[in-house]
Structures are given as structure tokens and as C-alpha cells.
């Protein structure tokens, strides 16, 4: 088992600056690929970013050039900076993992742990 816990969500006025950590524990070996969702209320879940062991990164069009995601393999932890935020960023940012190797992986549906989500507002 993997378990994921996020850190770092909170209040913004948009234009403003975000970031959030992502700090997995247990069977971390199982995190090869991991990524971020986003669930703003009467919507569904979707993709954010990816990142893989290697570091080769994927973003959402929406957020593309905006935000930014890293992982420290040596410390398990994984980080979404979000910059210039917009009032339609406003969701529950959930990180997940998984064991795929060398994909990055957009689908909800691929992944096998999740974190518990961290709230994000941003106000305008």
C-alpha cells in the first residue's frame, strides 16, 4: 500500500501563487508515475499534471505554462507550483500514484492511490 497525503492548498486572489506538496509513504517503490486532479463542485474530476520517475512531465491545457510539477524521489514527495492562478482553478487538489513505469498517465481510471484532496480557492 501506498499512502498520500497533500499539504500547502489555502486562499488566493487570482494572479497569485500556490504550491502544493504531495508526500507519499508505505510502498513508494509503487510510485512511478503520479499526477494531479483537480474537482471543482458539480464537476467531474480532471487531469492536471503528470510527472514519472524520470522527471518527463504533462499539463492540462488549462493550466499548461501556469503550473509546474516536480517530484524529489529521495524524499517521496511530490509538488504542484501554481502560479498566476484564475478563479476557475478553484477545486480539490488531489494527489495519486501508481507503479506504471515510463507513462504518463492523464486518466483517473490508471491510477491505484490517492490522496485525501486539499482544498484551493482562489478569489477574484
Known amino acids: 500500500q501506498v499512502q498520500l497525503v497533500e499539504s500547502g492548498g489555502g486562499l488566493v486572489q487570482a494572479g497569485g501563487s500556490l504550491r502544493l506538496s504531495c508526500a507519499a509513504s508505505?510502498?513508494?517503490?509503487?510510485?512511478?508515475?503520479m499526477g494531479w486532479f483537480r474537482q471543482a463542485p458539480g464537476k467531474e474530476r480532471e487531469f492536471v499534471a503528470a510527472?514519472?520517475?524520470?522527471?518527463?512531465?504533462a499539463f492540462a491545457d488549462s493550466v499548461k505554462g501556469r503550473f509546474t510539477i516536480s517530484r524529489d524521489n529521495a524524499k517521496n514527495m511530490m509538488y504542484l507550483q501554481m502560479n498566476s492562478m484564475k478563479p476557475e482553478d478553484t477545486a480539490v487538489y488531489s494527489c495519486?500514484?501508481?507503479?506504471?513505469?515510463?507513462?504518463?498517465?492523464?486518466?483517473?481510471?490508471?491510477?491505484?492511490?490517492w490522496g485525501q484532496g486539499t482544498q484551493v480557492t482562489v478569489s477574484s
Open positions: 495519486a500514484a501508481t507503479s506504471t513505469l515510463f507513462r504518463l498517465l492523464v486518466s483517473p481510471d490508471e491510477y491505484d492511490y
Open positions: 508505505g510502498r513508494t517503490f509503487s510510485t512511478n508515475a
Open positions: 510527472i514519472v520517475w524520470s522527471g518527463r512531465t
